[in-house]
């Protein structure tokens, strides 16, 4: 089975300076999924980003970006100047390529709490 | 197009008793999985549904069922409550591969549920 780690239980970044979130998984298949979510305090999940393991290039969105290692199974999240609105949870997530059996459930790591510092 | 909706958001129950919570996926959507969100066991998968059908089941006794209507809307049930249910369950909708690029899940804002 997968799974995945998120080695830091909390990290705290001042306002505008850039921070690093760490996420190893585990598995032994060669197609797959990996996702950064957000949880603020408002309990809503929300996609933050998504990496195809096929794809060399690393995913970006904006502000956020992802350091993909794929023989090392790392996936971390960089933030770059950040807002007092980035402080949340956040879940680094796997998700196996869906074959005949159609979609396969997520895989959670346990979570890192972002604070910001004004 | 509007988000993952849940309800009811908030839910007190007592044990013993059963619960039923309802989720509309986004539209165009036709994939529900369901999720179980503790300080202690962290995210955790309970099942997904799809064109009515259970695909995907986690490890979780039989007193958690699930089912999918027609308009791809889920409810789940969990019967006889225990202390140890208190929990957010959240919803997620997602495409099916072959319908698109993004089999992406998207999350509802969740059903915090505490049993006494």
């Known amino acids: 089975a997968q799974t995945v780690t998120q080695s830091q239980p909390e990290m705290s970044v001042q306002e505008a300076e850039t921070v690093t979130l760490s996420c190893t998984y585990d598995?032994?298949?060669?197609?797959?999924?990996l996702f950064w979510y957000k949880q603020p305090p408002s309990r809503q999940m929300i996609l933050v980003i998504r990496q195809e393991a096929y794809k060399q290039q690393n995913a970006t969105e904006n502000r956020f970006s992802v350091n993909f290692q794929k023989a090392a199974k790392s996936f971390s999240l960089k933030i770059s100047d950040s807002q007092l609105g980035d402080a949340a949870m956040y879940f680094c997530a796997y998700r196996s390529a869906p074959f005949n059996s159609g979609n396969t459930p997520l895989v959670f790591g346990k979570g890192t709490r972002l604070s910001v510092i004004a | 197009k509007a988000g993952v909706t849940q309800t009811p958001r908030y839910l007190i129950k007592t044990r013993g008793q059963q619960v039923t919570l309802s989720c509309s996926p986004i539209s165009g959507h036709r994939s529900v999985s369901w999720y179980q969100q503790t300080p202690g066991q962290g995210l955790q998968f309970l099942f997904e549904?799809?064109?009515?059908?259970?695909?995907n089941k986690g490890n979780f006794p039989g007193r958690f069922s699930g089912r999918q209507f027609s308009n791809s809307r889920s409810e789940m049930n969990v019967s006889t409550l225990e202390l140890g249910d208190s929990a957010l369950y959240l919803c997620a909708s997602s495409l099916l591969p072959g319908q698109g690029a993004d089999e992406t899940q998207y999350f509802g804002p969740g059903t915090r549920l505490l049993v006494l």
């Open positions: 598995t032994s298949e060669s197609d797959y999924y």
């Open positions: 549904y799809f064109s009515e059908t259970q695909r």
